[in-house]
């Protein structure tokens, strides 16, 4: 086992994909940095296991700008079909709505989160794994960082610690759904192309992205109908699947592999303390419906690389900080917002509630102009272009 660094500018906790994204955007400053990860190799499941992401062209930007995107091997999407299961209501989206060459694209977490690990460690960025955040001590000028290592406490002195550990440990705010994702990989006939279905059920949302000629399916039940699905035989799971999903997307011929992943909206009042800051899940964990939570941990990583970047004799002092908090307080609280909505009025099956549904997707069909803004406000979030 190296010996652990003692000393470091910023202590980023968390090796996934929002704190490696983090680590590679400082890694041109003139700050040392030090990432802790917990598990022993990083960011194999992240904190909630393995699952399909839809990547924003905005997000492509970033990670084009920390030089990851051209060792990614993601599915693009150039359409998205917009429905709801038995009843009126539909949109299509497609790169016109959007101005940009594609959608978005597909990628398996994991891939993506190896991925920025390996330039992390090519950057001879230093990563500390089998690392686990204990507690922050903080001082007027230093952070105290002690944590457990393989067993041992150790201590490391930071400047400033961000914490990216995937889950918000002190939430202020929040929701509890009182429903779970089944997320699955199917085969199906004919094999997926470029096409993503979002349909909305009386169960929940159901997601269905191309991942590599199959289709990557995150579908929000009630914990009772998830809990039986889950138990169910492949052939039971792909009929109920392909009633829940139409025919549009072709038939489900198999299913590959399926988890559950439990659903809550857990977010911080403030992503600042003294000498600390929060991104990605860490400051907020969203509902998985319309794929906005990593989209927006990326752009919270650029943004506070930005902050530090600008002034990195003052990396962790309260105004590089406020800042930073500033910048990114909009586009939070609209994602959460629409997050919450989709995740809320477009679930259950009252009359009225599908009514509305319909309507909305009709309108957002019928005009241009409120279609392109909801697409361009899914791409890009509440903020400027990276
Ligand atoms: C079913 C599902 C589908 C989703 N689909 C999408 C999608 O399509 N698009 C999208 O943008 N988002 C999606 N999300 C959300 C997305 O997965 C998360 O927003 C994203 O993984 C957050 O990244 P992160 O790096 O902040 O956290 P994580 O990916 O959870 O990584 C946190 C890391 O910190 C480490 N860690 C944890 N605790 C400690 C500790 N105490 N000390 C040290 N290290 C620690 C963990 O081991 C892990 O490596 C989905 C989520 C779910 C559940």
Known sequence: MNPAPERCDIAVVG????????????????????????????????????RPIALSYSSRLILERLGAWSELAPTPIRR?????????????????DTGTPELGYVIEYRELAQSLMEIVHRRAIPVVTSAQLQSVRVNPD???????????????QAACVVHAEGSVR??????????????????????????????????????????????AVV???????????????????????????????????????????????????????????????????????????????????????????????????APVLERFARARRLDMVATIRITDLLATLFTGDNPLTAAARGAVMTALDLVSPARRFFARRMTFGASALP
Do not use: K, M
Not at 142 to 156: F, I, M, P, Q, T
Not at 228 to 254: K, N, V, W
């Open 142 to 156: 230093r952070a105290e960082l002690s944590y457990l290592r393989e067993g041992e406490a150790r201590v490391l």
């Open 219 to 317: 579908w929000v039940c009630s914990e009772r109908r998830a809990a039986a699905l889950a138990l169910a035989a492949p052939e039971a799971f792909l009929h109920d699947l392909q009633s829940a999903a139409g025919s549009r997307a072709g038939r489900f011929t198999a299913l590959r592999s399926l988890s559950r992943a439990p659903l809550a909206l857990r977010y911080r009042a403030s992503r600042i303390a003294p000498r600390e800051a929060y991104i990605g899940n860490a400051a907020q964990t969203l509902h998985p419906v319309g794929g906005q939570g990593l989209n927006l941990g990326l752009r919270d990583a650029w943004e506070l690389a930005r902050c530090i970047r600008a002034d990195p004799g003052s990396a962790g002092s």
């Open 80 to 96: 998205i079909q917009v429905s709801q299961s038995g009843r009126f209501g539909r949109t299509v989206i497609d790169p016109h």
């Open 15 to 50: 090796g996934g994909p929002v704190g490696a994204a983090l680590a590679l955007a400082l890694a041109p400053a003139p700050v040392s940095i030090v990432l802790l990860e917990r598990s022993a190799a990083a960011a194999r499941e992240g904190s909630a296991g393995s």
């Open 170 to 215: 002190d939430a202020t705010h929040g929701r509890d759904y009182a429903q779970e994702a089944l997320v699955a990989l199917v085969d199906c006939e004919p094999a997926a192309g470029n096409c993503a279905f979002e349909r909305f059920t009386a169960d929940g949302p159901l997601a269905l992205l191309p991942l590599a000629g199959r289709y």
